[in-house]
């Protein structure tokens, strides 16, 4: 190989790094202000398979981000096996899993309040309608037919 041939292999993968530092750069910078689509569109073009830890990294952050913690769980897992340091992204795949299981037990726990509460508004509702006494519950208020003629509106053909 001549040495212009290996300064254009050096230039066309120095040119190629650069070019993906910013995708990586833009593609942050998207997620940081909540356009998680576009990032997610940048990381990943024309449905290719992200192969570095830092691509896979930022794509489970936004995954969990978007409370989709099984999903960054996965994504973790996949950074951990590309990775030289497998241990924090092995970390971050078991925060995930817990934080999945810990919004999943709120949910549980709003639930139970919400049901628990509207119970004890009828439970309450019918002991204060069986406590009334008996006259109380028979009297319903009737209308009577009105007495009054009707009258004509003005501008109308109805008397």
């Known amino acids: 190989m001549a040495p212009s041939?290996?300064?254009i292999s050096f230039v066309v993968r120095f040119v190629t790094e650069c070019v993906e530092?910013?995708?990586?750069?833009?593609?942050?910078?998207l997620a940081r202000a909540g356009l998680?689509?576009?990032?997610?569109?940048?990381?990943?073009?024309a449905n290719q398979t992200?192969?570095?830890?830092?691509?896979?990294?930022?794509?489970?952050?936004?995954?969990a981000n978007q409370h989709h913690y099984a999903e960054a769980q996965r994504i973790w897992l996949a950074a951990a096996t590309v990775s030289s340091e497998p241990n924090n992204?092995?970390?971050l795949a078991s925060?995930?899993?817990?934080?999945?299981?810990?919004r999943f037990l709120r949910k549980?726990?709003?639930?139970?309040?919400?049901?628990?509460?509207?119970?004890?508004?009828?439970?309450?509702?019918?002991l204060e309608i069986s406590s009334r006494p008996a006259h109380a519950k028979a009297h319903i208020p009737s209308v009577?037919?009105?007495?009054?003629?009707p009258q004509a509106i003005p501008g109308s053909s109805r008397p």
């Open 50 to 63: 992200l192969t570095e830890a830092r691509d896979l990294d930022l794509l489970a952050r936004i995954e």
């Open 144 to 149: 009577a037919p009105s007495k009054v003629a």
């Open 95 to 102: 925060e995930a899993a817990n934080a999945g299981q810990a």
């Open 108 to 126: 549980q726990v709003v639930l139970a309040l919400t049901i628990s509460f509207v119970l004890s508004g009828l439970i309450l509702s019918a």
């Open 5 to 7: 041939d290996n300064r």
């Open 21 to 29: 530092d910013l995708r990586f750069a833009h593609a942050t910078e």
């Open 89 to 91: 992204y092995r970390l």
């Open 36 to 45: 998680y689509a576009a990032a997610k569109a940048l990381l990943l073009p």
